[in-house]
Structures are given as structure tokens and as C-alpha cells.
């Protein structure tokens, strides 16, 4: 599966700094917020870059390169550290949120289980669906012409690089195998990128026990 996710070369060329640190984690046994997930989020939220860290620019700089607004549409990870105390999800998704705000690194978590083909990063051509809820009914929206997204062979699976998720692939207390992206610009090293994807496998193999993972890096071509 690591190997076959893709990066259009239409994204390479507005950030050729792009990679994407993808982990493939199975077994996962998820549940409610716990003490345990509750003080990661506390430490991290004390070690948490600020949201004017050149990492956090540059995510802003990528959004602008293919024409959304950041104020108004904010990088994943931009959005997290401007949101203090970090809010309370479920076990695994408090785990990657630790890791994120603490490396200014925008992480992406989708439930394999509703996930349909290969991850590829894409610039989207605009009639693309995107699963949403809105005013608490399924809803389908649509990207804009030229928007960076995420998908899968049924749609979006996150639009704007990684401002939204769909519902679709979320993680939830029920997910058991998951795909994480870990997402790195400049001045973001490899290195540092490596390092926050040991530091999440810890987390998770502290909920789980056992897990298995398979992970990889993939750059801009």
C-alpha cells in the first residue's frame, strides 16, 4: 500500500520541498479520550510550536501557492496550535494531534477499513466529491478547480493539502487499521520527520500493544 501512494507532479511543482511520511498501522484497538491521552495533549500543548514557527509559514506560503486563502482556510496544523487547550477526540486521533502540534507538522489520520484504492495527492479538476455533513445530513461538496487534494478512487478524502476530512475516512473509536500522513516542507528536515513518526508509533503501540506497522517516506517527483 506505502509504496503505491502517489504525488501528482502538478503538486510537485509548487512545492518541490513536499514529502509526506505515510505509516500503514494495523490492529489498532481506539477508544474515548483517557488520562493517559489527556496529559499527552497537555505536555504537548506546553511544547507546542508557535503559530508564527517558519514550519507553520510554510504551510501557509503552500496554501497560497495554489490559491486558497490561510486565514480564512487554515493549514491543519495552524489551526491545532492556535487551538489551546487541544481538544479531546478519541485515543489515536489525541495521539497524532501530540505529535503535530509539537513538530508544526500537519498529520492526516483515515480508517482504512472506508478507504477505496491508493492515497495520491492530486490537484483537483474540480467535479470531485468530498462527504461532508452539514447541518448534521450527509452532504457532498466539491473541491475547486485547481484545489490540492487528497484522494482516493471514490473522492476527495481531504481537501486544501490538509485543512478538512472527509466523514468518510475518519478515524473513530472503532477504527482497527489506519493510514497516517505526515506531512513535511522545508525547513521541516527528513530527519525530523523520521523522528515524529517514531514518536507516534510509541504513542500507538501504548494504546495498542502489537500493532503492526509499515511506513515510508514519498517525495516530490
Known sequence: ????IWI?????????DFAV??????????GPTDDRSRAWLAAAAQDAVAGDHPKVEAWREAYRAFGAKP???????????????????NLVVDAYNTISVRHGLPIGGEDLAHYEGTARLVRAGGDETF??????????????????VWRDDRG???RRWNWRQ??????????????????????????????????????????TPGIRVESGIVSAS
Do not use: W
Open 8 to 16: 501528482d507532479p502538478a503538486v510537485s511543482a509548487l512545492r518541490p
Open 156 to 158: 476527495v478524502t481531504c
Open 71 to 89: 486565514q480564512r482556510t487554515r493549514p491543519s496544523v495552524d489551526a491545532l496550535v492556535r487551538r489551546m487547550p487541544l481538544p479531546e477526540i
Open 166 to 207: 472527509c466523514v468518510r475516512t475518519r478515524i473513530t473509536e472503532e477504527t482497527v487499521d489506519a493510514l497516517f500522513l505526515l506531512e513535511r516542507l522545508e525547513p521541516m528536515s527528513l530527519e525530523e520527520l523520521k523522528a515524529a513518526g517514531e514518536e507516534l508509533t510509541a504513542l500507538l503501540e501504548q494504546i
Open 1 to 4: 500500500m506505502i509504496e503505491d
Open 21 to 30: 511520511l505515510a505509516m500503514g498501522v494495523y490492529g489498532l484497538r481506539n
Open 131 to 148: 462527504e461532508v455533513i452539514d447541518k448534521g445530513e450527509p452532504a457532498v461538496d466539491h473541491p475547486e478547480i485547481g484545489e490540492v
